[in-house]
């Protein structure tokens, strides 16, 4: 059954897996049909997916099969599929898709980024005030909501404006391509986070964990934007309380 936007409707077949975390029949499906070519075309490579799950390993494919599963659930067309080849932790290819809004992301290291087929322009320099910013709520882990209210308050101030669609790929994925100017968000998954960070640093944004180190890719918790948004955002991470 199709809504008038021609976004399936997964009804019956919703299952919830924890506080606001589902999956559905698509879910399933899309995971196994990337899988299946992952094992056709890279035999051999470790693969971490979002249903299946899998061991880490220095290099691996991370794959998240449906990004934004809420939205997909409620009828709102901002769902991605995100894969991703980590290489020694850092993603050397990557591709998100955003099936109902027809937009298609690609990266590899040295060869640039790309929104359908078309290359990404390097960041732009903007003024910190003008820009708008995408972020996420932290509705798992309650307990991390002073920490991020406080760098949402102070955000509202440095910068235009704020916005949440609730799908983290495509939210880095637009930062790449300068609809957003920046994103942060706090305990995300691999799979949310590898090939959109891919994206925002091959267009020569700044992809940071909330203290300016390297332990994104694994702690979830995640600065990324052009270099001047990128100094604001990690003061602003700075200012906030302990976790």
Same mark, same amino acid.
């Given at each position: 059954?199709?809504?008038?936007?021609?976004?399936?409707?997964?009804?019956?077949?919703?299952?919830?897996?924890?506080?606001?975390?589902?999956?559905?029949?698509?879910?399933?499906?899309?995971?196994?049909?990337?899988?299946?070519?992952?094992?056709?075309?890279?035999?051999?490579?470790?693969?971490?997916?979002?249903?299946?799950?899998?061991?880490?390993?220095?290099?691996?494919?991370?794959?998240?099969?449906?990004?934004?599963?809420?939205?997909?659930?409620?009828?709102?067309?901002?769902?991605?599929?995100?894969?991703?080849?980590?290489?020694? /932790?850092?993603?050397?290819? #990557?591709?998100? !898709?955003? =099936?109902?809004?027809? *937009?298609?992301?690609?990266? &590899? $290291?040295?060869? /640039?980024?790309?929104?359908? #087929?078309?290359? !990404?322009? =390097?960041?732009?320099? *903007?003024?910190?005030?003008? &820009? $708008?910013?995408?972020?996420?709520?932290?509705?798992?882990?309650?307990?991390?909501?002073?920490?991020? *209210?406080?760098?949402?308050?102070?955000?509202?101030?440095?910068?235009?404006?704020?916005?949440?669609?609730?799908?983290?790929?495509?939210? *880095?994925?637009?930062?790449?391509?300068?609809?957003?100017?920046?994103?942060?968000?706090?305990?995300?998954?691999?799979?949310?986070?590898?090939?959109?960070?891919?994206?925002?640093?091959?267009?020569?944004?700044?992809?940071?964990?909330?203290?300016?180190?390297?332990?994104?890719?694994?702690?979830?918790?995640?600065?990324?934007?052009?270099?001047?948004?990128?100094?604001?955002?990690?003061?602003?991470?700075?200012?906030?309380?302990?976790?």
């Amino acid at each position: 059954m199709l809504l008038e936007s021609g976004l399936p409707r997964p009804g019956g077949s919703v299952e919830r897996k924890g506080v606001g975390d589902y999956v559905t029949a698509t879910d399933r499906r899309s995971e196994a049909a990337i899988l299946e070519v992952l094992a056709r075309e890279a035999p051999g490579v470790a693969v971490l997916a979002e249903e299946r799950g899998g061991l880490r390993a220095q290099t691996m494919w991370a794959v998240d099969p449906l990004d934004g599963t809420t939205n997909f659930t409620r009828g709102f067309p901002t769902v991605g599929i995100s894969v991703a080849l980590l290489e020694n /932790g850092r993603p050397s290819v #990557g591709v998100v !898709l955003a =099936p109902f809004l027809n *937009l298609e992301f690609t990266m &590899a $290291v040295g060869r /640039g980024a790309f929104l359908n #087929g078309d290359r !990404l322009p =390097p960041h732009r320099a *903007l003024d910190p005030p003008a &820009a $708008v910013v995408a972020t996420g709520f932290p509705f798992r882990d309650k307990k991390l909501l002073p920490h991020y *209210l406080s760098f949402m308050q102070q955000a509202l101030y440095r910068f235009e404006d704020l916005r949440r669609a609730g799908a983290a790929a495509l939210d *880095l994925a637009w930062t790449a391509s300068g609809t957003f100017d920046g994103f942060f968000e706090l305990g995300l998954n691999t799979w949310d986070v590898a090939a959109g960070a891919g994206l925002v640093l091959e267009v020569g944004g700044r992809v940071t964990d909330w203290s300016g180190g390297d332990t994104w890719i694994e702690t979830g918790n995640v600065l990324a934007a052009s270099p001047a948004v990128h100094e604001v955002l990690l003061e602003l991470a700075a200012q906030s309380p302990d976790r």
